[in-house]
């Protein structure tokens, strides 16, 4: 069943719908394929690469160049599927929540695109085959990708009762950061651990300013999130978060040897934080999702930084 798309909320403000007509999932997937596609997000990819570009610059540093081809497949597939099983768990979770946003009203799950039975079948599907994927990876990584399952399944309840779902969010779609250290050179050193908070804090930051979008109703239905928490003060917080995440990028590099084209870069990534900073405005809730989308710039510059740090 396709989604069938009404008029806004509120007529006189812009749409902020997620889901849009005549998307390349309406056109080119066979109609029964299109809810699921949805309930994992392949409709809106972004947040994919927002996991995995962080990543994919962790195997950079942990291989001191060049990844290993398998194991940048291997972590690519991990981090589209487990991104997948999150955005499905987030939406089990928040069904009765879902049609009473703006944002979130046509989601299958709360739109009745998708019975919960058939979105719980298709969550165990894409745990399988994560399950298969750890035999493509050490011991060690595979004691750390048990742990992060945890952290996939609560994050949606963390709305209900801390105004920090984000921080959770964060650790949990960059824990591949550390397992590409770990299952690269079998251990995580402080440097490691330095880059993933720092992707951690970015997160908070870019999160925090998607979630103003949804903050006047989720304040109607009693939800906390970082934006709440921030408030008319989100300028000051993102400097913060943001500024967290570039000194600890920075020390990371230093601890780790890289070439001074990383710091170059690491340049560039703050000027385009600050770019953002100054862009936001917590009254105009249509900047969130350009805003969000603008930290691809970022992954791919944490990318480059990487290349640029190793291969010089």
């Known amino acids: ?27 080119w997937l066979p109609p029964s394929w299109g809810p699921y596609a949805r309930l994992c997000r392949l409709d809106r990819p972004v947040g994919t690469w927002l996991t995995l570009l962080p990543c ?9 160049g060049w ?9 690519s597939f991990g981090a589209l599927l487990m991104r997948g099983v999150g955005c499905c768990f987030n939406d ?13 009203r046509f989601r299958p799950l ?6 919960l039975k058939n979105a719980w079948i298709f969550v165990f599907a894409q745990l399988v085959i994560a399950a298969l994927l750890l035999l493509a990876i050490n011991s060690y990584s595979r004691w750390l990708a048990l742990l992060l399952l945890p952290l996939v399944v609560i994050y949606p309840l963390c709305k209900r009762f801390t105004h920090w779902p984000q921080a959770v969010l964060g650790i949990a779609f960059n824990w591949g950061m550390l397992m590409a250290w770990s299952d690269t050179q079998n251990t995580v050193p402080l440097a490691a651990i330095a880059m993933w908070a720092g992707a951690v804090t970015w997160q908070i930051g870019y999160d925090a300013i998607y979630g103003y979008i949804d903050m006047e109703d989720d304040l109607k239905l009693g939800l906390k ?3 709440i928490r921030f408030g008319d003060q989100g300028k000051v917080w993102l400097s913060g978060f943001y500024g967290a995440s570039v000194l600890l990028w920075i020390w990371a590099g230093y601890a780790m040897g890289m070439h001074w084209a990383y710091f170059v870069v690491m340049v560039g990534i703050a000027l385009h934080l600050a770019w953002q ?12 999702l350009p805003l969000f989308r603008a930290n691809m710039t970022v992954g791919v510059l944490l990318v480059i930084a990487a290349l640029g740090g190793t291969l010089l």
């Open 67 to 75: 990844p290993d081809l398998w194991r940048l497949f291997v972590f």
């Open 92 to 104: 089990i979770f928040d069904r009765d929540f879902d049609h009473q946003v703006e944002r979130t």
């Open 277 to 288: 900073i100054y862009q936001f405005d917590p009254k105009k809730r249509e900047l969130g």
């Open 225 to 227: 999130s970082a934006a």
């Open 110 to 115: 709360t739109s009745g695109q998708l019975s």
């Open 56 to 64: 994919i610059a962790a195997l950079i540093q942990a291989a001191g």
């Open 1 to 27: 069943m396709q989604p069938h798309f009404p008029s806004p909320f509120d007529p006189s403000r812009p749409d902020l719908a997620d889901m849009r007509p005549n998307d390349w999932v309406a056109r």
